[in-house]
């Protein structure tokens, strides 16, 4: 019961920005854009999240659309370490323990 | 490093074995969660304890008992497992319903 769509596999060349997109288009007022990352056989590393405005951290750049149904991660300079299947997810800012629903992601792949 | 810790990181088990997944948290925060991940299948979530009570549990079946001794100590005791719950166990924590953090996982493979 995934809320967010998002394209099974990307390619990006090291040093290059990688630009991975979401939809997500019956998102609703209340309701948190997250990103996460899973590197092969390892816990889901937590990216970034916003809401209405863009947001940037150490990691990577959220840009989420005017009408919020759509955003994208930005990952500046790919390098190879950023291979990993890439989350969007959304979630209540209400209280209450929200279960996170990971969909199937994105594979990005990172090459040389 | 996310600080939540989990050991131990591999496990095998025979399906007579009771064995025990720790779970440990140095972020100060007040929510624990356990998570499973089968190949090929999105993670789901197990159980969600909050100020050491358990709040969910998303119908897991017995033989999978949680244990919430204080607020960064989480374990998943284990007894008469079957070779379809081999996966990647994995934990998180968070501070109210606010960001969770994982950690590396356990990779439990049932015999």
């Known amino acids: 019961d995934a809320k967010t769509t998002q394209p099974p596999s990307m390619d990006c060349a090291e040093g290059r920005a990688a630009n991975l997109p979401c939809n997500h288009s019956?998102?609703?007022?209340?309701?948190?854009v997250y990103w996460y990352r899973q590197i092969h056989s390892q816990g889901p590393q937590y990216i970034i999240h916003g809401l209405k405005n863009n947001e940037t951290n150490e990691m990577a750049s959220l840009i989420i659309t005017e009408d919020r149904k759509s955003s994208t991660l930005i990952l500046p300079h790919a390098t190879l370490r950023d291979t990993a299947v890439y989350y969007c997810i959304v979630r209540p800012s209400n209280t209450g323990f929200q279960k996170l629903v990971f969909g199937t992601g994105t594979r990005l792949l990172v090459s040389p | 490093e996310t600080g939540v810790t989990q050991t131990p990181r591999h496990l095998v088990m025979g399906m007579t074995n009771k064995k025990s997944l720790k779970c440990e948290q140095h972020l100060g925060h007040n929510a624990m969660y356990w998570y499973k991940q089968s190949a090929k299948k999105p993670l789901e979530l197990m159980f969600v304890?909050?100020?050491?009570?358990?709040?969910e549990n998303n119908s897991v079946p017995s033989r999978f008992s949680p244990e919430c001794p204080n607020s960064s100590h989480l374990f998943l005791h284990l007894h008469t497992l079957q070779p379809e719950d081999s996966a990647l166990y994995l934990c998180a924590s968070s501070q109210e319903a606010d960001t969770q953090y994982f950690g590396p996982g356990t990779r439990l493979t049932v015999l």
């Open positions: 304890y909050s100020l050491e009570e358990r709040v």
């Open positions: 019956t998102i609703s007022g209340n309701e948190y």
